[in-house]
């Protein structure tokens, strides 16, 4: 049952950047339209639970929503300059190192050999698969110097988003506190964060609004990680997450119509078997 409970983040994360994308609006609007939606949602289940909030509970809330969103900002600015199905298969391959050797190492899930063993194994087809995913046609007759500066800019903005996400994650599992305690003041910290990118920079429109959707996803995604992260681990629970790069990749290419050749569709083909099977892995190890 935790495993199940753990996919549902997979769907759930996977399908945002398809609906952001499709949505529009820039990454300032997402950003702020999705912290809107999922603090809909965390008041919701916080009406529903009614968990205990003490000062410990609101620190680590504030500050993983602040954290989370430096991450979702710059992930969509990386997906504004490299695309769906280049700029999520990059940072989820980053996330999944991170978080994963975080999992492993400081918070000691894998105890035996055969857990590293099969951890790693897992690990190293996440990682090919998000890099197959990504790979180029070298025969293409696309100039290679085309789309170098936007490549540059999406790349610091992947990197800087990695940071944000896994301190989020991080940071959460390290404290050991109620799940859904944390859930309403991390929605605060997230709507002072979002609101800080979006000061005088960003109108208040019908995008904001359309891209709270993507934030009750987000959120529905962000109570079940949060709850099989106690039960299964970091390591495991955020590697399942992350394999909503397959919805988000593929839906990149035949729905947001993104330009891939006909060997790079089977590369991202490739890529998604490998991910499925490092998470199934990852499940048979819990399991």
């Not at 398809?18 to 912290?35: F, H, V």
């Amino acid at each position: 049952m935790d495993i199940l409970l753990a996919l549902v983040p997979m769907f759930a994360w996977g399908s945002i950047g398809l609906i952001s994308g499709r949505i529009g609006g820039d990454a300032n609007q997402q950003t702020l339209g999705m912290t809107i939606g999922a603090g809909v949602l965390s008041v919701i289940i916080f009406i529903l639970m009614r968990p205990v909030i003490m000062l410990p509970v609101i620190v680590v809330g504030l500050l993983s929503g602040l954290l989370w969103s430096v991450g979702q900002n710059q992930q969509f600015h990386a997906m504004k300059f490299l695309g769906v199905s280049v700029g999520l298969p990059i940072s989820t391959g980053l996330q999944l190192i991170v978080n994963t050797i975080a999992g492993a190492v400081f918070f000691r899930e894998w105890k035996t050999n055969k857990d590293f063993v099969l951890g790693l194994t897992a690990l190293g087809m996440l990682i090919s698969g998000a890099y197959l995913t990504v790979r180029r046609d070298q025969s293409d007759d696309r100039p290679v110097t085309d789309g170098l500066p936007a490549f540059g800019k999406g790349l610091r903005a992947v990197v800087i988003s990695t940071a944000g996400y896994c301190a989020y994650t991080i940071m959460i599992n390290a404290a050991g506190l109620d799940p859904l305690a944390i859930i309403f003041p991390q929605s605060i910290g997230m709507l002072a964060g979002a609101g800080f990118f979006a000061f005088k920079k960003t109108k208040v429109d019908s995008f904001v609004w359309k891209n709270t959707v993507s934030g009750l996803l987000w959120g529905l995604g962000n109570i079940c990680m949060l709850l099989t992260m106690q039960q299964i681990g970091l390591a495991v629970s955020f590697s399942l997450s992350q394999m909503g790069i397959i919805i988000s990749t593929i839906g990149g290419i035949f729905i947001l119509k993104e330009a891939k050749t006909k060997k790079e569709i089977r590369f991202v083909i490739f890529g998604c078997l490998l991910i499925i099977a490092g998470g199934v892995l990852l499940g048979y190890m819990k399991a």
